[in-house]
């Protein structure tokens, strides 16, 4: 079994594509083709089905996919390893929620290349159900995650700050014009809502499971960008980050209501797998993110809501 092999397994599982898998290793479609037939008779099993133009992982090709990651992501950590007293260099594969890439990342991106340009950052979003399975297989070196709960024992962590997280609305939806506003007054309202395994959503439906209280309707979203714009509307209340609509506050295009019920604020964490060989150009980019995060949370901008300040 060849590194080679290994390497046009992992991209023709990403593209299930003869042509564009060529492409990308710089190749001909023939020698993509010979290289996995190699494999599969090495492994005795075939790891692909070809139905017509169509091209499908076989149940054995879905079981060797993580196993094939592993060995290349140990192989390329080896790489490094080598090198460990050059500069940080190579790529550093990241995930992150599209709050924290839009709204805090660019000042500590805008830093690292300054400071490591041979390193190739490769951002890429994730459902937090999806999360330990792309730290485990090596397709994220790392992640940033919005949650409160420690990490299980396979993964290591770092706490970067608390985000504030505000339930909003139009100026004037009639909750807007409330002292305050209880779990209680969500009852039969319109709610716009990140997807599920969301951190801070999951805080405000376990609010609303525990007090029995049902919304009219919940409208999920993929983009927070998108939950603004709602909002803006007046098509329903939102939750999202302090960091996300900072502006539209500041313009009067959202309003920021009075929440009495416990705390949706939330953690920013950084982790990692633990047996994961932690590069240089890791450990730069977590000192980086906890420099610049830090001083955000102590230093930053304040947003001023109704004589409060949030950060």
Known sequence: MEVRQLQ????????????????????VQSNVTTQIKALEEELGT???????????????????????EQALTAMEQGQRAIQMDAEPSGPLRIGAPESVLTYRLPQVLRAY???????????????????????????????IQMSDAKPNPTFQY?????????????????????????????????LL???GGCGYREKLDHVLALQNIRPGNVTEFSSVEAIKQCVIAGMGLALLPAIVVSREVRQHQIKVLHWAGPSLDIATQVLWHK???????????????????????TAGPQLAVEGSLAC
């Open 158 to 190: 770092v706490r970067l700050r608390t985000e504030r997280v505000f339930l909003l609305s139009d100026a004037s939806h009639p909750l807007a014009k409330l002292r305050v506003v209880k779990p209680a007054d969500l009852a039969g309202q319109m």
């Open 113 to 143: 290349r300054r400071r490591f340009p041979h390193v190739e950052l490769i951002f890429k979003p994730y459902s937090d159900m999806s999360l330990c399975a792309k730290l485990e297989t090596g397709k994220f070196d790392m992640a």
């Open 8 to 27: 046009i397994f992992r991209i023709l599982a990403e593209e299930l594509n003869f042509t564009r898998t060529a492409e990308r290793v710089h190749t």
């Open 193 to 195: 809502l990140t997807e």
């Open 46 to 68: 075939p790891l692909f089905d070809r139905l017509g133009r169509r091209v499908t992982l076989t149940d054995a090709g879905r079981r060797f996919q993580p196993f094939a």
């Open 275 to 297: 047996d994961k060989w932690v590069s240089p150009a890791m450990a730069a980019f977590q000192e980086l993110m906890q420099e610049k995060l830090e001083d955000a949370e």
